[in-house]
């Protein structure tokens, strides 16, 4: 069985421990546990050195505040997996589980009819359950639903018994409330039949008295998880107060022990009288024959608080980018018109930054001293970073005064290593401040902690001296180029199992990345329209809104326009003077009076500039796309840089095995690369071949006394008393239908006269070099007319050599797989057959098979001194009646000559038959007789006696 339980012997000790900046002043202790079960508490010497060394190092380490779950555990596991490689995992796997539970878990356990199964690490690390085979396993030896994704039985427990799976969709509704359930208790103790359930209960190993106690046994099931109940923590649910730990031991059947670091598992039977499904039979609890039905439901045992005979300690960091200094700089090889900092707009420039981070991690040193102080204890220390490594990468971005992104360098970023940046500019139309912040590339860096944010950027004042030409506040834009990648070619409901012609649904799954280089429009800080590739006419419609007046465009693709403008310029006014004529009359004088000032006008460029943005919102805001399969099409609206999207086309089985190809193409685009547009997949129709049958045949020549030469036995080459005759059986190859699998016919090719013996493996119906087996009489043979160069003149065994060679080859499918796959929610059957004796077969990935050949023939020939002698014919049961058994010959014919054919002698046919091993499809390897073979043709007539003097 797959688990043991040990003693504890020693002290052992447990700490699953956070640091947080907010703990450097607290003092910390990890507890300690003797056998008796009594606690106390130490302070850890442990932490105080771990403390130390971050207080001394002037460094933080802290988290968001949520304490180590199980799934942090596992993921530390996962990295210690990666360490140590898969073996020293798994023997280090086995020792955290015997140290944290006093239990051995084996790394494989003997199952019936499978032989041994592996543990499935891969099932631990992610669920922490211990699972050994699979589902396909399972189904080698009975059947294991499959509904929405889930099997019924994930494959087999320690104990070998089916390992149940608890996500799989329950059988039928019934009431949620589990503490008014009629469960059934030692459902294991009772005869099968009275279970009224397919599933049936069984005992385990962790459920003998004499491997864990009843008491052990209750504090497990005291942690049962009521997956009912409706809250957003782990609790016992309705399981409380009726169905204690104590109780339920005599009704849950114990697949799994809960550990530190993995949950348990528990199943337990309750029965409904009448109703649905319900069927008559012995009923146990009311000791009466009643019409009930049995149903099972599954629960999970909490991880446990034990201790561990180990010590792990999972810490995770804030970690620190910042900005150290910026300046400005000549580029290399140029000098700047004004000394110092100041120079005119349109001069060249190179921003700089210096940017570093602190990465705090503790030193292999220090973990190794404390690690060799509690060795002395024989306690081992893991010690994980959730962090992972000193390194970090990180965007370097550099903003104008109005935050609008003059540019970004990616840079990779090591512990306390500072670094320097520069991105090429030119100094603007007015003077302002810059600002450069560094960032993580939080795609990369999913579990960094920024610990301060106020130094991660800093303010660059810009100087900008009189003169100079225009300056860098109309961008240029950078050519872009898009790409189309097709990620997947999902044929449903599978890439085989169905004959030629028949409909396959094949779904192709299609994505738009970012483009080389892009922009996201927007007009006066609307939305962003979504990426743009920079195709030249996109950077000439942007160049050329920049250089209208009133309009304004950054590197990033925002354009500001208003709808007014005030505009200095002058006033025209009229003014007026009234005077007296010489008649005393007033006149009055008109002059021009006016003058420069601030006069609102519309901005002509403003519906330029708000259609242009427009048009390229709507004409490149995605990617239209069609993809191809079997010269039918379907369509893909994309979103560059958005999620992936995928459409189905129907179509058929191809007619023989072949590499089916689905295309993808955009309208109106250029591509970086067309290599990712296509993806394939091996296409494995139903391609039946039939039974050839495999025929014998045989022939008997007549040995020459005096040459040796072998002429064939004829009417009219008959042999003649005393010749010795030569037998040789033969027969051609022929295939035989060995089983049915998924629709294709599993052959094999066979020979008759012959136990053909075939390899292993997948090759297991494929013959195996000198694969004839020759054992017992095969093949023999007898009769009372024909007699052997030996004493024993009625059988023959022994007299036959094998001279089998390579046959006719006969292309036929000798196995073929399935297995289930997955991409992105969608699920298929993946198929790939093999064939011996064809060439340029294609493997799954699309990849030419090595050729796979299979001959057999068989014959087989008497040997140069087991010819046979053609003696006078006895009665039944007697021996010929001619030779000497003493002397091993035949004496010269006296009295009894037979009577020539001339005077009326007649010609003899004497049947033979032989014996030999097959390899019979059902039976296995049988001796099989075979008498349709030809006769010997012999001259001579009955007689019963000879002349004298013999």
Not at 623 to 641: P, Y
Not at 727 to 743: D, F, L, M, P, Y
Not at 834 to 842: D, E, I, P, V, Y
Request: charged letters at 20%; a negative charge; hydrophobic letters at 30%.
């Amino acid at each position: 069985m797959g688990i043991r339980k040990r003693k504890r012997q020693l002290p052992i000790l447990l700490l699953l421990a956070l640091l947080m900046f907010s703990f450097l002043g607290e003092q910390l202790a990890i507890v300690e546990a003797d056998d008796s079960g009594a606690t106390e508490y130490k302070a850890s010497t442990f932490v105080d050195s771990i403390l130390m060394y971050i207080r001394n190092g002037e460094q933080q380490a802290s988290t968001s505040g949520t304490s180590i779950t199980q799934t942090d555990v596992l993921k530390a596991l996962k990295t210690k997996r990666t360490e140590l490689g898969e073996k020293e995992f798994d023997d280090y796997l086995d020792a955290l589980i015997l140290d944290s539970t006093g239990i051995t878990v084996e790394q494989q356990v003997s199952v019936r009819g499978l032989g041994k199964l592996k543990r499935d690490t891969n099932k631990f690390l992610e669920t922490g359950l211990i699972v050994y085979g699979g589902p396909e396993d399972v189904k080698k030896n009975e059947a294991n639903d499959l509904e929405a994704s889930q099997y019924r039985y994930l494959g087999y427990d320690a104990s070998g018994n089916k390992y149940l799976n608890m996500d799989f969709p329950a059988d039928a509704e019934a009431t949620y409330d589990v503490g008014d359930r009629n469960w059934l208790p030692d459902p294991w103790d009772q005869v099968t039949s009275t279970i009224h359930n397919t599933t049936k209960p069984a005992k385990t190993d962790y459920m003998y008295d004499y491997s864990y106690s009843r008491n052990e046994r209750a504090a497990w099931l005291d942690r049962i998880i009521d997956k009912y109940a409706n809250s957003s923590e782990p609790t016992r649910g309705n399981f409380d107060p009726t169905w204690t730990g104590r109780k339920l031991v005599d009704y849950a059947m114990i697949q799994q022990a809960p550990t530190p670091v993995s949950p348990g598992q528990v199943t337990m039977w309750h029965r409904r009288y009448d109703g649905d499904g319900a069927t008559r039979g012995y009923d146990y609890i009311t000791n009466a024959n009643r019409n009930y039905k049995d149903w099972y439901d599954t629960f999970y045992l909490e991880p446990t608080e034990d201790i561990l005979g180990s010590l792990l300690f999972v810490v995770q960091y804030w970690d620190d980018l910042m900005v150290t200094h910026r300046w400005v700089d000549p580029p290399a090889g140029s000098t700047w018109p004004n000394e110092g900092s100041a120079q005119p707009a349109g001069t060249p420039v190179t921003l700089q930054a210096n940017v570093k981070v602190e990465m705090p991690r503790i030193g292999n040193a220090e973990v190794q001293e404390v690690a060799d102080k509690y060795a002395k204890d024989n306690l081992l220390l893991d010690f994980y970073q959730l962090n992972g490594a000193e390194v970090v990468d990180a965007e370097v971005y550099w903003f104008d005064a109005n935050f609008n992104i003059i540019g970004m360098k990616p840079i990779v970023l090591t512990n306390q290593k500072s670094q320097t940046v520069s991105l090429n500019w030119k100094f603007p139309t007015k003077s302002q401040k810059l600002y450069v912040l560094v960032v993580p590339t939080y795609e990369k860096n999913p579990s960094f902690l920024e610990y301060e944010l106020s130094n991660n950027f800093a303010a660059l004042d810009i100087q900008v001296a009189p003169g100079g030409g225009g300056g860098d506040d109309t961008p240029s834009f950078a050519s872009g180029l898009d790409n189309l990648k097709m990620t997947a070619l999902i044929p449903q409901p599978g890439n085989g199992g169905k004959p030629a012609g028949e409909q396959i649904n094949y779904r192709s799954v299609v994505k738009a990345e970012l483009p080389t280089n892009y922009v996201r429009v927007s007009f006066n800080g609307g939305a962003k329209s979504n990426p743009i590739p920079l195709y030249s006419e996109v950077s000439t419609a942007l160049t050329n809104l920049g250089n209208l007046d009133h309009v304004s465009v950054d590197s990033s693709g925002s354009v500001t326009a208003s709808q007014t403008y005030e505009n200095w310029e002058y006033i025209s006014d009229t003014c007026s003077t009234t005077t007296k004529d010489k008649d005393g009359k007033n006149v009055t004088t008109y002059f021009e009076c006016g003058g420069y000032g601030y006069v609102t006008r519309n901005n002509p460029n403003y519906a330029t500039a708000e259609s242009t943005i427009s048009s390229l919102t709507s004409t490149w805001a995605n990617v239209k796309a069609t993809v191809t399969v079997q010269g039918q099409t379907c369509n893909l609206t994309l979103i560059r840089g958005g999620s992936e999207e995928s459409c189905v086309i129907a179509g058929t089985m191809p007619a023989t095995e072949s590499r089916l190809k689905s295309v993808v193409s955009g309208t109106g685009i250029k591509e970086t690369t067309l290599t990712d547009n296509t993806q394939g997949v091996t296409m494995y129709p139903i391609d039946n071949v039939e039974n050839i049958t495999s025929t014998g045949k045989t022939d008997i020549f007549n040995i020459d006394p005096k040459t040796g030469a072998a002429t064939k036995n004829t009417n009219s080459n008959p042999a003649k008393y005393g010749q010795e005759v030569q037998i040789k059986v033969g027969s051609t190859a022929g295939i035989e239908q060995v089983e049915n699998k998924w629709g294709y016919r599993i052959h094999r090719m066979c020979s008759q006269y012959a136990n053909t013996v075939y390899g292993p493996g997948t090759k297991k119906n494929v013959p195996v070099s000198s694969s004839f087996g020759v054992s017992g009489n095969t093949p023999s043979a007898s009769h009372y007319s024909i007699s052997k160069q030996s004493t024993d003149n009625k059988t023959w065994t022994g007299d036959f050599k094998n001279t089998a060679s390579g046959g006719t080859n006969i292309p036929y499918i000798y196995d073929v797989t399935r297995v289930e796959k997955s991409y992105g929610g969608f699920t298929w059957y993946e198929y790939e057959t093999f064939w011996a004796n064809k060439t340029g077969t294609l493997a799954a990935d699309g990849s030419t098979k090595s050729s796979v050949v299979a001959k057999v023939q068989t014959n087989w020939e008497t040997k140069t001194d087991s010819h046979w002698i053609v003696d006078l014919v006895a009665r039944p049961g007697t021996d010929p009646i001619g030779y000497w058994t003493q002397y091993g010959t035949l004496p010269p014919l006296k009295n009894g000559v037979p009577t020539p054919i001339k005077e009326g002698g007649k010609m003899q046919s004497v049947a033979i038959s032989f014996n030999y091993k097959y390899n019979d499809i059902s039976s296995g390897v049988v001796t099989k007789v075979e008498t349709g073979v030809a006769d010997v043709l012999m001259f001579s007539t009955l007689v019963t006696s000879v002349g004298s003097g013999q």
